[in-house]
């Protein structure tokens, strides 16, 4: 079993560090019924924080639902049992989520091809909706590739997503 | 977290309520039993969702695909919505100008 533990710790990213952040992590075994575990966890912390209200702890649930469900594909798609690793950095009215996996990379440049919400054509994006919404619910995300997979690093603040994915 | 699928009958429509979350675990499971249905001759369905606590991307490509199913059939498919986070991920992803949303089952059964 590959480990898919980075190499230093700490927030992964060239975002501003959190300080004083409380890191929550977990190791999900890619199974999809870990999903509903990543979300559990990201509501509760979300809940926790009176800055964020139900809504936005429904976009929190949702992002973080589909960057665990893209981590857990890519290492069942590879068939190998590596776990997912999700990292939750808070700090007050602001939440870190990192979901982490070693399943090879995917091709990023397709998988954000933009929906188009014009009829008929709507309806060819059975997949690839995963991506336009986590860039829309998130105040800030990167993805970033290492070694052995990918790293999806989202920033949440207290305010509501609006608006809708389009090209 | 376990989905709940129940099919009833209401007219002419075939009434199939779901409750839980519709997510990668479940949804395999609501596209079979969709699938299934419009094979065997129910081209007229109404999908409530009024019990379903969360959906995403993979719930919708679910519903996506059924509703390209029963076109081809000319049937109709008709979904209640009820739960605010379930109806902000249809207006984000421009799904509600796709899809006929009910909020109530009456509403949906109705002419």
């Not at chain 2, 395999?28 to 969709?34: K, M, Q």
């Not at chain 2, 498919?77 to 009910?102: M, Q, S």
Request: glycine share 10%.
């Amino acid at each position: 079993m590959t480990d898919c533990r980075p190499l230093h710790e700490g927030p992964p990213v060239d975002q501003p560090a959190l300080d004083g952040a409380e890191l929550v992590e977990l190791e999900l075994p890619a199974r999809p019924e870990v999903v509903a575990i990543a979300r559990l966890v990201v509501v509760a912390l979300a809940d926790d924080d009176p800055a964020f209200d139900a809504e936005r702890a429904g976009d929190i649930r949702l992002a973080v639902s589909e960057a665990c469900t893209n981590a857990i594909e890519a290492h069942l798609a590879r068939g190998d049992g590596a776990p997912v690793l999700l990292r939750c950095w808070r700090s007050p009215a602001e939440l870190r989520v990192a979901v982490r996996d070693c399943g090879g990379g995917f091709d990023l440049d397709a998988a954000v091809r933009p929906a188009d919400l014009t009829e008929p054509s709507r309806l060819d994006y059975e997949g690839g909706l995963g991506i336009p919404l986590i860039r829309l619910l998130t105040d800030r995300v990167e993805f970033r590739r290492h070694d052995d997979g990918t790293e999806v690093v989202m920033t949440f603040g207290p305010a509501n997503a609006t608006g809708r994915i389009g090209p | 977290m376990d989905l709940r699928i129940d099919v009833t009958t209401s007219g002419e429509w075939s009434v199939v309520q779901v409750g839980g979350e519709v997510d990668v675990a479940t949804a395999p499971r609501l596209r079979e039993r969709l699938v299934d249905l419009v094979n065997h001759g129910r081209h007229r369905l109404v999908l409530d969702l009024g019990a379903v606590g969360f959906i995403d991307s993979t719930g919708l490509g679910v519903l996506i695909g059924v509703l390209k199913r029963i076109r081809t059939v000319d049937g109709s498919l008709r979904l209640v919505l009820v739960e605010p986070h379930v109806r902000k991920v249809f207006e984000i992803t421009g799904l509600d100008g796709v899809f006929a949303i009910h909020p109530t089952l009456d509403d949906a059964v109705g002419p």
